[in-house]
Protein backbone atom coordinates (compact mmCIF):
# COMPACT_ATOMS: atom_id res chain seq x y z
CA UNK A 1 0.00 0.00 0.00
CA UNK A 2 1.34 3.76 -0.92
CA UNK A 3 0.87 6.53 0.97
CA UNK A 4 -0.78 9.24 -0.54
CA UNK A 5 1.12 12.33 -1.23
CA UNK A 6 1.43 15.01 1.10
CA UNK A 7 0.45 18.50 0.19
CA UNK A 8 2.92 20.09 2.54
CA UNK A 9 5.93 18.62 4.45
CA UNK A 10 6.91 20.03 7.79
CA UNK A 11 10.54 18.53 9.40
CA UNK A 12 10.01 19.39 12.98
CA UNK A 13 13.36 16.99 14.21
CA UNK A 14 14.82 18.48 17.33
CA UNK A 15 11.93 19.88 18.82
CA UNK A 16 10.22 19.22 22.20
CA UNK A 17 6.69 19.29 23.28
CA UNK A 18 4.51 21.51 22.71
CA UNK A 19 6.36 22.74 20.01
CA UNK A 20 5.74 19.98 17.24
CA UNK A 21 1.62 20.95 17.83
CA UNK A 22 2.18 24.57 17.97
CA UNK A 23 4.04 24.23 14.61
CA UNK A 24 1.30 21.73 13.14
CA UNK A 25 -1.40 24.02 13.90
CA UNK A 26 0.27 26.91 11.57
CA UNK A 27 1.36 24.55 8.89
CA UNK A 28 -2.74 23.20 8.67
CA UNK A 29 -3.73 27.02 8.91
CA UNK A 30 -1.82 27.28 5.55
CA UNK A 31 -3.77 24.33 3.91
CA UNK A 32 -7.43 23.67 2.73
CA UNK A 33 -9.81 21.60 4.12
CA UNK A 34 -8.92 18.50 2.82
CA UNK A 35 -5.08 18.73 2.08
CA UNK A 36 -2.47 16.56 3.83
CA UNK A 37 0.26 17.50 6.26
CA UNK A 38 3.10 15.15 6.77
CA UNK A 39 5.14 15.87 9.59
CA UNK A 40 8.21 14.53 10.96
CA UNK A 41 9.38 14.47 14.55
CA UNK A 42 12.04 13.01 17.16
CA UNK A 43 9.88 13.65 20.28
CA UNK A 44 8.70 10.58 21.89
CA UNK A 45 5.65 11.78 23.17
CA UNK A 46 4.30 13.01 20.41
CA UNK A 47 2.72 9.86 19.23
CA UNK A 48 0.34 10.60 22.28
CA UNK A 49 0.30 14.18 21.44
CA UNK A 50 -0.67 14.57 17.91
CA UNK A 51 -3.65 11.32 18.44
CA UNK A 52 -4.89 14.21 21.28
CA UNK A 53 -4.23 17.09 19.03
CA UNK A 54 -6.03 15.65 16.02
CA UNK A 55 -9.06 14.38 18.45
CA UNK A 56 -9.69 17.55 19.92
CA UNK A 57 -9.47 19.75 16.63
CA UNK A 58 -11.41 17.38 14.15
CA UNK A 59 -8.30 16.89 11.80
CA UNK A 60 -7.99 13.35 10.80
CA UNK A 61 -5.07 11.32 11.86
CA UNK A 62 -4.65 9.36 8.33
CA UNK A 63 -1.44 7.11 9.27
CA UNK A 64 1.57 7.27 11.94
CA UNK A 65 4.56 5.21 11.24
CA UNK A 66 8.33 5.40 12.65
CA UNK A 67 11.52 5.21 10.73
CA UNK A 68 14.91 5.70 10.92
CA UNK A 69 13.92 6.67 14.53
CA UNK A 70 11.81 9.26 13.82
CA UNK A 71 7.52 9.49 14.55
CA UNK A 72 5.98 10.62 11.07
CA UNK A 73 2.50 11.75 11.13
CA UNK A 74 0.41 11.85 7.95
CA UNK A 75 -2.80 14.66 8.97
CA UNK A 76 -5.58 15.80 7.03
CA UNK A 77 -7.19 18.96 7.35
CA UNK A 78 -10.74 19.09 8.51
CA UNK A 79 -13.24 20.87 6.00
CA UNK A 80 -13.49 24.25 6.51
Known amino acids: MT ?10 SGLNCPLPILRTKKALANLAGGQLL ?3 CT ?6 DFAAFCKQTGNLLV ?3 VEDS ?8 RAD
Open 3 to 12: RPAADLVADL
Open 38 to 40: QVT
Open 43 to 48: DPATPT
Open 63 to 65: EHW
Open 70 to 77: KFLFLIQK
